[in-house]
């Protein structure tokens, strides 16, 4: 049997017209992983969300396997140089075709929206916070706090102070 959970105001019937006090309809977005046969969240929005502004630069992420034998290894990861924003800032440590395993030292804001089509993310905040601002709200993040991300997800986040986060990139659902 399904269950629904409700926030804000919705229309008394899911995927119909639901119009604002104006007269003007609200945009209705589907969010899911399977469609219509899963769980799904109807979200929405006061202006359409596929209309895009701009598109930036793709941000491709190069990995490289170490040449060297696999064996025990200690990485102290607190003194990996990094800085920047959550993206530009991480660290590739361990790869494989299911996963992506990073650390950041996140010191800058994102002064833009981030859309991952391709994996699911978790970030761990191991110590600092700020602000993590998604298509379905804003949360505050602190020390231990984790961060799941799903695929498909609008997203962007701002430092209140540095940021030391262990970041998961997960090709299968979360």
């Known amino acids: 049997m399904p269950f629904y959970h409700k926030q804000g105001k919705i229309p008394p ?4 017209a639901f119009k604002k006090e104006d007269g003007s309809l609200y945009y209705e977005e589907l969010v899911s ?4 046969s899963g769980i799904y969240s109807n979200l929405y929005h006061l202006q359409r969300p596929t209309k895009i502004s701009k598109v930036g630069e793709l941000f491709k992420q190069e990995l490289s396997k170490a040449k060297t034998k696999h064996r025990a290894r200690h990485i102290t990861t607190a003194s ?18 299911d996963v992506i395993i990073s650390v950041a030292v996140v010191s800058e804001n994102m002064d833009y929206c981030y859309r991952n089509g391709t994996v699911d993310e978790v970030l761990y905040i191991q110590s600092g916070e700020g602000k ?27 430092p209140t102070d540095t940021v030391r986060m262990l970041v998961i990139e997960s090709a299968g659902p979360v």
């Open 33 to 36: 992983r399977e469609g219509f």
């Open 80 to 97: 990996l140089k990094t800085t920047g924003d959550v993206l530009s800032a991480r660290i590739p440590l361990f790869f494989n075709s």
């Open 132 to 158: 993590f601002i998604s298509n379905f709200g804003n949360l505050h993040v602190k020390s231990g706090d984790y961060v799941v991300i799903p695929r498909g997800v609008i997203w962007q986040m701002n």
């Open 13 to 16: 019937k899911r995927h119909t």
